[in-house]
């Protein structure tokens, strides 16, 4: 029950499954087919498909590593939203774009859990999205070196996390790809 009046529809959102992102990222083929599985889902039920797709200093726009990768393919009229934040509604055309097809509940999947992912979950569900997070399709590259946990860890922690996350009036959830239900 999101709190965003007049906004019936589930969309998916898939975020950043881009080449230069999930190339070689954690279980990176399973990620991307369970992505290919709702994306059909979606399409089946007759619900949208929002794409969005990030750019910066090392993913500039149209080179390989900014494309998405091969096996996801957008629709003719499946919106894209470009990004150059985390968050994917920070300086963009996001929320024109869901208002406009009235949705009000996001399905989450895509790159990195630890970024982009978090930051877009937050920032939906602070504008009051529900937002389910797809436990088994979202990834991360390595980021050890750093300091940062293993892959395992963050995706973990991040579907641990989100399924008891609150706020007046929203639900937040994390279901496995097998476990969605777009139909109605």
């Known amino acids: 029950m999101t709190t965003l009046t007049d906004r019936p529809t589930t969309a998916l959102m898939v975020i950043d499954v881009q080449q ?31 794409w969005v797709q990030h750019s910066g200093e090392e993913l500039a726009q149209g080179s390989d590593a900014w494309r998405y990768v091969p096996e996801l393919v957008r629709s003719d009229g499946e919106p894209l939203v470009h990004k150059t934040h985390g968050d994917s509604f920070a300086g963009t055309d996001l929320e024109q774009v869901l208002a406009a097809a009235g949705i009000g509940h996001l399905v989450v999947v895509g790159a990195e859990s630890d970024a982009c992912i978090r930051s877009t979950i937050h920032g939906a569900f602070v504008r009051g999205y529900d937002v389910t997070l797809v436990s088994d399709a979202h990834t991360a590259g390595d980021k050890s070196a750093w300091g940062a946990p293993p892959v395992d860890q963050v995706v973990a922690h991040t579907n641990l996390y989100w399924q008891f996350e609150t706020a007046p009036g929203r639900t937040a959830a994390v279901v496995e790809t097998k476990d969605i239900v777009f139909g109605g």
């Open 20 to 50: 230069g992102i999930v190339d070689g990222a954690y279980r990176r083929d399973e990620v991307v087919g369970n992505i290919g599985t709702l994306v059909a889902k979606a399409r089946d039920d007759e619900h949208p498909v929002v």
